[in-house]
């Protein structure tokens, strides 16, 4: 399903000449692999890409798609498409991403292009966000407990994320630690969004609801539904 989704919004969206975003996570990477395949058929060209994580930046490196810094020249701090995968959509596409812990990037990607995409299973479609796959928000060391107090001040029930195969925490491409936070009843995403934000110490957090992507569904059925 998950690679169904990635080439289904890569093969209806990708033009050649794009600047194109490249998101992280087992969905988001059928999605940089499709367009590995069609720039190696040559059905692309032109392609540059801005990869969002370490994960999708050594995809890109074994694909062989040019990728750039965001500040960089060819890309100049915009780009055309994004696409990227998510943990839950909510009926009006309002997203909660960062399951993969990518989210500091993949949200300055997905809010500085033209168009943006997000490729899911159907496990992914929740009726409200906040109440069953965590929230992450990106924070600076320092802030882990000022910060994890005032999140609990919010209504939300805080853990540090743990790294596997890694005594300690996730540590951030930025050097930042992650606290998953879940709410007991459904809050407002719009709302909470910018609230969370207010908080001293926090970088960003995992609403996404200021960009309305059009999202690619795999249903276990086998066909691709689009919503925009
Ligand atoms: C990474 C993300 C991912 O896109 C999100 O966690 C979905 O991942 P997957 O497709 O592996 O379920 O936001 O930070």
Same mark, same amino acid.
Request: proline share 5%.
């Given at each position: 399903m998950k690679e169904a989704a990635g080439r289904a919004a890569v093969d209806a969206l990708v033009k050649s000449g794009m600047k194109l975003g490249l998101g992280t996570g087992s969905t988001a990477i059928h999605a940089i692999r499709r367009v590995g395949e069609l720039l190696a058929q040559g059905v692309l060209s032109n392609i540059k890409t801005f990869a969002t994580s370490f994960q999708s930046e050594i995809e890109c490196e074994k694909l062989g798609i040019p990728f750039f810094p965001l500040n960089s020249r060819e890309l100049s #701090? $915009? @780009?055309d498409l994004c696409i990227d995968g998510a943990d839950e959509v909510d009926p009006q596409n309002r997203l909660i991403k960062g399951g993969g812990g990518a989210l500091l990037i993949e949200k300055v990607a997905a809010y500085a292009c033209a168009a943006f995409a997000i490729t899911v299973d159907e $496990?992914? =479609? +929740?009726? &409200? @966000? #906040? &109440? #069953?796959f965590p929230v992450p928000v990106e924070v600076i060391p320092e802030a882990r407990l000022s910060a994890g107090k005032a999140l609990e001040k919010l209504g939300a029930l805080v853990t540090l994320r743990e790294a596997l195969r890694k005594a300690g925490p996730v540590i951030t491409e930025h050097g930042n630690l992650i606290l998953d936070i879940r709410f007991a009843s459904p809050v407002d995403p719009v709302a909470m969004e910018s609230e969370i934000n207010r =908080?001293? #110490? +926090? +970088?960003?957090?995992g609403f996404f609801t200021r960009i309305r992507p059009v999202v690619y569904i795999a249903r276990s059925s086998g066909t691709v539904e689009t919503r925009n």
């Open positions: #701090g $915009s @780009l $496990s992914k =479609i +929740v009726d &409200t @966000l #906040g &109440t #069953g =908080i001293p #110490g +926090v +970088v960003e957090n």
